[in-house]
Protein backbone atom coordinates (compact mmCIF):
# COMPACT_ATOMS: atom_id res chain seq x y z
CA UNK A 1 0.00 0.00 0.00
CA UNK A 2 1.31 3.88 -0.96
CA UNK A 3 0.35 6.41 1.53
CA UNK A 4 0.62 9.95 0.06
CA UNK A 5 0.85 11.34 3.53
CA UNK A 6 3.72 11.48 4.77
CA UNK A 7 3.05 13.91 8.06
CA UNK A 8 0.37 10.60 8.60
CA UNK A 9 3.27 7.84 8.01
CA UNK A 10 5.45 9.97 10.63
CA UNK A 11 2.58 10.28 13.45
CA UNK A 12 1.24 6.69 12.90
CA UNK A 13 4.86 5.75 13.28
CA UNK A 14 5.36 7.41 16.08
CA UNK A 15 2.21 6.48 17.79
CA UNK A 16 3.33 3.00 17.69
CA UNK A 17 6.39 3.18 19.11
CA UNK A 18 4.58 5.56 22.00
CA UNK A 19 2.18 2.29 22.39
CA UNK A 20 4.92 -0.85 22.34
CA UNK A 21 7.72 0.62 24.42
CA UNK A 22 6.13 3.05 26.36
CA UNK A 23 4.92 6.92 26.57
CA UNK A 24 7.05 9.42 24.77
CA UNK A 25 5.50 12.21 27.11
CA UNK A 26 3.71 10.66 30.43
CA UNK A 27 3.05 13.60 31.86
CA UNK A 28 1.69 16.92 30.97
CA UNK A 29 3.63 19.57 29.10
CA UNK A 30 3.30 23.35 29.38
CA UNK A 31 4.44 26.48 28.17
CA UNK A 32 2.95 28.46 31.31
CA UNK A 33 4.08 25.62 33.98
CA UNK A 34 4.77 29.31 35.91
CA UNK A 35 0.93 29.50 36.48
CA UNK A 36 -0.12 26.10 36.32
CA UNK A 37 2.16 24.95 39.46
CA UNK A 38 -0.30 22.67 40.74
CA UNK A 39 -0.70 20.30 38.02
CA UNK A 40 2.99 18.48 38.91
CA UNK A 41 3.02 19.95 42.95
CA UNK A 42 0.86 19.78 45.03
CA UNK A 43 2.26 22.29 48.16
CA UNK A 44 1.00 24.68 45.35
CA UNK A 45 -2.40 24.00 46.63
CA UNK A 46 -3.41 27.37 48.67
CA UNK A 47 -0.54 28.83 48.81
CA UNK A 48 -2.39 32.34 46.96
CA UNK A 49 -3.87 32.65 49.65
CA UNK A 50 -7.36 32.68 47.52
CA UNK A 51 -9.94 30.38 46.08
CA UNK A 52 -8.37 29.88 42.65
CA UNK A 53 -9.65 27.89 39.48
CA UNK A 54 -7.37 27.24 36.50
CA UNK A 55 -8.03 26.23 32.85
CA UNK A 56 -5.38 25.40 30.32
CA UNK A 57 -5.81 23.69 26.60
CA UNK A 58 -2.56 22.88 25.05
CA UNK A 59 -2.17 21.92 20.95
CA UNK A 60 0.71 20.43 20.35
CA UNK A 61 2.71 20.13 17.11
CA UNK A 62 -0.14 21.12 15.09
CA UNK A 63 -0.87 19.67 11.37
CA UNK A 64 0.84 16.61 12.43
CA UNK A 65 -1.97 13.81 12.50
CA UNK A 66 -2.29 12.41 15.99
CA UNK A 67 -0.41 15.05 17.98
CA UNK A 68 -0.89 15.18 21.31
CA UNK A 69 -3.93 17.40 22.65
CA UNK A 70 -4.51 18.65 26.67
CA UNK A 71 -7.04 19.92 28.30
CA UNK A 72 -6.67 20.69 32.54
CA UNK A 73 -9.08 22.32 34.64
CA UNK A 74 -8.21 22.44 38.32
CA UNK A 75 -8.84 24.68 41.83
CA UNK A 76 -7.42 24.90 44.84
CA UNK A 77 -8.26 26.68 47.81
CA UNK A 78 -7.11 27.75 51.70
CA UNK A 79 -9.00 25.65 54.67
CA UNK A 80 -8.77 27.90 57.23
CA UNK A 81 -6.10 30.08 58.75
CA UNK A 82 -4.15 27.65 60.21
CA UNK A 83 -1.91 26.33 56.66
CA UNK A 84 -4.12 24.11 55.10
CA UNK A 85 -4.98 23.95 51.27
CA UNK A 86 -7.17 21.80 49.28
CA UNK A 87 -7.04 21.29 45.78
CA UNK A 88 -8.60 19.36 43.15
CA UNK A 89 -7.37 18.76 38.98
CA UNK A 90 -9.34 17.08 35.91
CA UNK A 91 -6.94 16.35 33.08
CA UNK A 92 -7.48 14.95 29.52
CA UNK A 93 -5.08 13.97 27.10
CA UNK A 94 -5.05 12.19 23.53
CA UNK A 95 -2.40 11.62 21.58
CA UNK A 96 -3.00 9.23 18.71
CA UNK A 97 -4.64 6.03 19.20
CA UNK A 98 -4.41 6.43 23.33
CA UNK A 99 -7.16 8.91 25.60
CA UNK A 100 -5.82 9.25 28.88
CA UNK A 101 -8.16 11.07 31.91
CA UNK A 102 -6.84 11.57 35.33
CA UNK A 103 -8.99 13.14 38.59
CA UNK A 104 -7.01 13.82 41.92
CA UNK A 105 -7.00 15.81 45.18
CA UNK A 106 -3.95 18.01 46.52
CA UNK A 107 -3.57 18.46 49.90
CA UNK A 108 -1.39 20.75 51.28
CA UNK A 109 -0.29 22.27 54.70
CA UNK A 110 2.25 25.23 55.03
CA UNK A 111 4.44 26.24 58.08
CA UNK A 112 5.64 29.80 58.40
CA UNK A 113 9.68 29.64 59.26
CA UNK A 114 11.13 31.27 62.09
CA UNK A 115 13.24 34.33 61.54
CA UNK A 116 11.81 34.38 58.41
CA UNK A 117 9.15 35.61 56.25
CA UNK A 118 9.59 32.05 54.09
CA UNK A 119 6.93 29.53 54.34
CA UNK A 120 7.47 26.07 53.75
CA UNK A 121 4.61 23.90 52.02
CA UNK A 122 4.12 20.33 51.74
CA UNK A 123 2.01 18.46 49.65
CA UNK A 124 0.18 14.87 49.23
CA UNK A 125 -1.22 14.20 45.38
CA UNK A 126 -4.01 10.94 45.30
CA UNK A 127 -6.34 10.22 42.62
CA UNK A 128 -6.72 8.03 39.62
CA UNK A 129 -5.78 7.29 35.56
CA UNK A 130 -7.95 5.94 33.35
CA UNK A 131 -6.23 4.66 29.93
CA UNK A 132 -8.04 4.01 26.71
CA UNK A 133 -5.73 2.82 23.68
CA UNK A 134 -7.73 2.07 20.25
CA UNK A 135 -5.43 0.08 17.91
CA UNK A 136 -8.09 0.21 15.01
CA UNK A 137 -6.63 3.98 14.46
CA UNK A 138 -3.24 3.06 13.89
CA UNK A 139 -1.94 2.16 9.90
CA UNK A 140 -0.23 -1.37 11.22
CA UNK A 141 1.85 -3.14 8.93
CA UNK A 142 0.90 -6.55 10.67
CA UNK A 143 -2.92 -6.79 11.84
CA UNK A 144 -2.29 -9.91 13.47
CA UNK A 145 0.62 -8.92 15.88
CA UNK A 146 -1.24 -10.24 19.52
CA UNK A 147 -0.63 -6.97 20.39
CA UNK A 148 -2.82 -5.25 18.46
CA UNK A 149 -5.57 -7.97 18.98
CA UNK A 150 -7.07 -6.03 21.75
CA UNK A 151 -7.85 -2.74 22.49
CA UNK A 152 -7.37 -0.86 26.53
CA UNK A 153 -10.46 -0.11 27.32
CA UNK A 154 -10.38 2.64 30.91
CA UNK A 155 -7.26 0.86 32.48
CA UNK A 156 -7.37 2.01 35.94
CA UNK A 157 -3.84 3.33 37.78
CA UNK A 158 -4.03 4.54 40.95
CA UNK A 159 -2.15 8.29 41.38
CA UNK A 160 0.01 9.17 44.22
CA UNK A 161 2.22 12.12 44.11
CA UNK A 162 4.03 14.36 46.87
CA UNK A 163 5.63 17.70 46.76
CA UNK A 164 7.70 20.66 48.80
CA UNK A 165 7.86 24.11 47.73
CA UNK A 166 10.11 26.99 49.70
CA UNK A 167 8.46 29.94 48.86
CA UNK A 168 7.41 33.87 49.26
CA UNK A 169 5.71 36.71 47.68
CA UNK A 170 8.18 37.31 45.21
CA UNK A 171 9.99 34.22 44.92
CA UNK A 172 9.44 30.40 45.02
CA UNK A 173 11.53 26.59 45.14
CA UNK A 174 9.58 23.88 44.42
CA UNK A 175 10.26 20.00 44.46
CA UNK A 176 8.05 16.67 43.35
CA UNK A 177 6.83 13.92 41.91
CA UNK A 178 3.63 14.30 41.34
CA UNK A 179 3.36 10.48 40.65
CA UNK A 180 4.86 8.05 42.04
CA UNK A 181 4.09 4.89 41.20
CA UNK A 182 5.42 2.82 38.31
CA UNK A 183 3.22 0.67 36.46
CA UNK A 184 3.80 -1.88 33.69
CA UNK A 185 0.33 -2.12 31.18
CA UNK A 186 -0.01 -5.55 29.72
CA UNK A 187 -2.49 -7.18 27.02
CA UNK A 188 -3.57 -10.55 27.16
CA UNK A 189 -0.53 -12.23 25.65
CA UNK A 190 1.22 -10.26 28.52
CA UNK A 191 2.99 -8.19 26.15
CA UNK A 192 3.93 -4.72 27.60
CA UNK A 193 2.32 -2.40 25.90
CA UNK A 194 2.59 0.54 28.08
CA UNK A 195 4.62 1.77 30.80
CA UNK A 196 4.12 4.74 33.20
CA UNK A 197 7.39 6.26 35.15
CA UNK A 198 7.35 8.34 37.96
CA UNK A 199 8.48 12.18 37.03
CA UNK A 200 10.29 14.36 39.64
CA UNK A 201 10.58 18.24 38.55
CA UNK A 202 12.27 21.06 40.04
CA UNK A 203 10.87 24.76 39.72
CA UNK A 204 11.97 28.25 41.03
CA UNK A 205 10.96 31.00 39.99
CA UNK A 206 12.06 35.24 41.13
CA UNK A 207 10.27 38.40 40.82
CA UNK A 208 12.62 41.83 40.32
CA UNK A 209 11.06 44.81 40.86
CA UNK A 210 12.88 47.08 37.93
CA UNK A 211 10.33 50.50 38.69
CA UNK A 212 6.91 51.33 39.80
CA UNK A 213 5.54 49.89 36.99
CA UNK A 214 7.64 47.21 35.47
CA UNK A 215 8.40 43.84 37.15
CA UNK A 216 10.56 41.19 35.93
CA UNK A 217 10.19 36.76 36.63
CA UNK A 218 12.88 34.53 35.10
CA UNK A 219 11.91 31.68 36.10
CA UNK A 220 12.91 27.49 35.34
CA UNK A 221 11.93 24.11 35.44
CA UNK A 222 13.80 21.15 35.04
CA UNK A 223 12.13 17.34 34.84
CA UNK A 224 14.02 14.39 34.86
CA UNK A 225 12.42 10.27 34.01
CA UNK A 226 14.32 7.62 34.12
CA UNK A 227 15.44 6.51 30.65
CA UNK A 228 15.37 9.90 29.22
CA UNK A 229 17.27 13.00 28.83
CA UNK A 230 16.84 15.52 31.53
CA UNK A 231 14.42 18.54 30.55
CA UNK A 232 15.05 22.28 30.97
CA UNK A 233 12.70 24.53 30.31
CA UNK A 234 13.73 28.26 31.01
CA UNK A 235 11.32 31.40 30.81
CA UNK A 236 11.42 34.74 30.95
CA UNK A 237 8.34 37.31 32.10
CA UNK A 238 8.12 41.08 32.30
CA UNK A 239 5.27 42.07 33.49
CA UNK A 240 3.34 46.09 32.81
CA UNK A 241 1.40 47.47 35.74
CA UNK A 242 0.34 44.47 37.20
CA UNK A 243 -1.72 43.92 34.27
CA UNK A 244 0.13 42.65 31.35
CA UNK A 245 2.66 40.24 30.74
CA UNK A 246 5.47 39.56 27.84
CA UNK A 247 7.78 36.83 27.56
CA UNK A 248 9.67 33.88 25.83
CA UNK A 249 11.44 31.03 27.07
CA UNK A 250 13.69 27.73 25.76
CA UNK A 251 12.53 24.41 25.88
CA UNK A 252 16.43 22.60 25.86
CA UNK A 253 17.04 20.85 22.39
CA UNK A 254 13.23 21.24 21.88
CA UNK A 255 11.64 24.28 21.26
CA UNK A 256 11.01 28.48 21.73
CA UNK A 257 8.76 29.82 22.62
CA UNK A 258 6.78 33.09 23.01
CA UNK A 259 4.54 34.28 25.80
CA UNK A 260 1.77 36.90 26.62
CA UNK A 261 -1.04 37.70 28.92
CA UNK A 262 -3.47 40.30 30.77
CA UNK A 263 -4.30 40.34 33.79
CA UNK A 264 -8.29 41.55 33.06
CA UNK A 265 -9.05 42.89 36.51
CA UNK A 266 -8.33 41.45 40.30
CA UNK A 267 -9.90 38.21 39.35
CA UNK A 268 -9.26 36.81 35.91
CA UNK A 269 -6.29 36.71 34.27
CA UNK A 270 -5.75 35.14 30.47
CA UNK A 271 -2.54 34.11 28.52
CA UNK A 272 -1.68 32.69 25.48
CA UNK A 273 1.62 30.96 24.12
CA UNK A 274 2.70 29.57 20.94
CA UNK A 275 6.29 27.16 20.59
CA UNK A 276 8.14 26.89 17.82
CA UNK A 277 9.89 23.42 17.33
CA UNK A 278 13.43 23.19 17.03
CA UNK A 279 14.06 19.04 16.51
CA UNK A 280 13.12 17.17 13.48
CA UNK A 281 9.59 16.90 13.53
CA UNK A 282 9.64 20.79 13.60
CA UNK A 283 9.81 20.16 9.70
CA UNK A 284 6.40 18.16 9.90
CA UNK A 285 4.27 20.41 12.32
CA UNK A 286 3.06 24.31 12.54
CA UNK A 287 4.45 24.45 16.44
CA UNK A 288 2.36 24.36 19.29
CA UNK A 289 -0.95 26.58 20.96
CA UNK A 290 -1.53 26.99 24.67
CA UNK A 291 -4.40 28.90 26.01
CA UNK A 292 -4.42 29.64 29.85
CA UNK A 293 -7.31 31.36 31.77
CA UNK A 294 -7.61 31.80 35.81
CA UNK A 295 -10.25 32.77 37.77
CA UNK A 296 -9.94 33.69 41.27
CA UNK A 297 -12.37 34.44 44.41
CA UNK A 298 -10.55 36.67 47.13
CA UNK A 299 -10.93 35.14 50.82
CA UNK A 300 -11.36 36.90 53.88
CA UNK A 301 -8.25 35.41 54.88
CA UNK A 302 -6.15 37.39 52.56
CA UNK A 303 -6.51 40.89 51.90
CA UNK A 304 -6.88 42.28 48.84
CA UNK A 305 -3.69 42.97 47.00
CA UNK A 306 -2.00 43.43 43.31
CA UNK A 307 -2.00 40.20 41.39
CA UNK A 308 0.86 37.71 42.39
CA UNK A 309 3.20 37.05 39.43
CA UNK A 310 3.19 33.49 40.01
Not at 169 to 184: A, C, F, H, K, R
Not at 191 to 199: D, G, P, Q, R, Y
Request: glycine residues 10%; negative net charge.
Amino acid sequence: MIFNSKKYIIACACMVLMTLSGWAQQDPQYTQYMYNTATINPAYAGTRGMLSFTGIYRSQWVGLDGAPKTAQFSMNTPIGERGVGLGASFYNEEIGPSIENNLVIDYSYTIQLSRSDAKLSFGLKTGFQLLDVDYTKLLIYDPTEPVFQTNIDNRFQPIVGVGFMLHQDNWYVGLSSPNLLETEHYDSSTISTASEKAHVFLTGGYVFELSQMWKFKPAFLARGVSGAPVGVDLSANFLYDDSFYLGGAYRLDAAFSGMAGFQVNDQVMIGYAYDLDTTDLGQYNNGSHEIFLRWELFTRVRRKISPRFF
